[in-house]
Every structure is written in C-alpha cells, then in structure tokens.
C-alpha cells in the first residue's frame, strides 16, 4: 500500500470547518483513500473513502485532488467530540477480506478547542 | 456494521505469564486481524486470523509469543506470552464490514505488564 503523510498536529474551533490533508503522491490507480479516527481510548473508528471523486457522508466530506495525490477530509462544523487521531490510509480496492488489513501511520492529532 | 467485543478490557500482569484475548464478532466473517498499539504509538499489525488455516504474521511477530486461535467465523484470541513489560500495549481486534469496504475494531485490551 502506498505511504500517507500527515501533519503531526492541529487546532481547530468549536464549529468552524476542519481541513485535515493528505498526501499520498505514490497512490496507484486500483488504491483508495481511506480515514479513520481514534478517540482517545477507543478503537479505531471509519469514517470515508474514496477513489477520485469527492465523496460526503453524515460525518465528512472526502476532496480528492485531480491527479490524486492528495487529499483533504472536512469536518464541516466541529465539535468537541471530534478531538482525536486522524489516520489517512492508501489501500488497495476491496476485492476481499485480506483488503482491510491496514497499515497506519502517525495520524493527526486534531484538538477542537472551545 | 459489525459489533466486536473484547475481553478483558484491561489487564495488569506479571512479567513471564501469558494473556489470552477474546474477540467475539456479532456476525460471521472470513478474516480478522489483530494489532497492537505500543504507548503513544500507531497502531501495528499482528496478523490474520483465517478460519480454518494457520495465522498469517506480520514481519517481527512470530507465533510463539503471539499464538492465534480462530476456531469459528464469530471468534479468535491472541495470546500474548511470556510477557515483559515492553508488552505493555492495547491489543485491537479488527474485522471487516460485510461488503468488505471498511473495517471495524472492538474497544482493545490495554495490558500493562509489571
């Protein structure tokens, strides 16, 4: 699977947008991109993905770049609740099973202050 | 979704004894993974558990300190053995969702070893 890189860290306000970003410049065509978030003490837990187009669910919004070496997951009106580990992941396309198993890396810290 | 339950949530052990950690899935699944998370850390892969066949490990965990059982679709247990206080982790099972899209992980085992 392809390596992501993460911002270590950031700040986001109760409410506002939240822009987390991605780059996974060496992604292959059949690699989707995949987000997950940790609460503290909990597991992990999924939240989007995609493959080149734009993707919203009830939690996020997923905007891919054109040439698909990047990515940026939106929390649109954060919350408290939302402070966690962020973990963008390249995986191959769920033909199977053996898909799911995930290669993590660091993550974002994301903080939501009031 | 797949709902996983693990046990113990929580474990305090003696160096040289062995832990074993139940996964219990509310629905039948072809594979299911276990990870570990050392403090602070990502998570890591242990290995696949396949009803049925032997365990597929991950570079650097070996079936002796880490034995795997699967004896049907709804259940494994990891086994950490011989432990050493650099054990000291939460242990995640992990399955995936029905149409293999997403994975799912139960709440850990955090294990400190003493």
């Known amino acids: 699977d392809a390596k992501t890189t993460q911002p270590t860290s950031m700040d986001c306000a109760e409410g506002r947008a939240a822009n987390l970003p991605c780059n996974h410049s060496?992604?292959?065509?059949?690699?989707?991109v995949y987000w997950y978030r940790q609460i503290h003490s909990q597991g992990p837990q999924y939240i989007i993905h995609?493959?080149?187009n734009n993707e919203t669910n009830e939690m996020a919004s997923l905007i891919i770049t054109e040439d698909r070496k990047s990515s940026t997951l939106i929390l649109p009106h954060a919350t408290l609740r939302d402070t966690a580990v962020y973990y963008c992941?390249?995986?191959?396309?769920?033909?199977?099973?053996?898909?799911?198993?995930?290669?993590f890396g660091g993550g974002t810290r994301v903080l939501v202050k009031p | 979704s797949a709902v996983i339950s693990q046990k113990p949530s929580r474990d305090i052990c003696q160096r040289g004894t062995s832990l074993t950690i139940q996964c219990q899935v509310d629905?039948?699944?072809?594979?299911m993974f276990w990870y570990r998370q050392q403090p602070g850390q990502s998570l890591t892969l242990i290995a696949t558990?396949?009803?049925?066949?032997?365990?597929?490990?991950e570079s650097g965990f070996v079936i002796d300190k880490f034995p795997i059982s699967r004896p049907n679709l709804t259940f494994s247990t990891l086994t950490v053995s011989n432990m050493s206080p650099e054990d000291s982790s939460i242990y995640l099972c992990?399955?995936?969702?029905?149409?293999?899209?997403?994975?799912?992980f139960g709440q850990g085992t955090r294990l400190t070893v003493v």
């Open positions: 992990s399955v995936a969702g029905r149409m293999n899209t997403e994975a799912f």
């Open positions: 060496t992604i292959s065509g059949n690699e989707y």
């Open positions: 995609g493959l080149k």
């Open positions: 992941i390249v995986r191959v396309a769920h033909v199977s099973a053996a898909g799911n198993k995930l290669t």
């Open positions: 629905s039948q699944v072809t594979m």
């Open positions: 558990a396949n009803q049925g066949s032997e365990a597929t490990y």
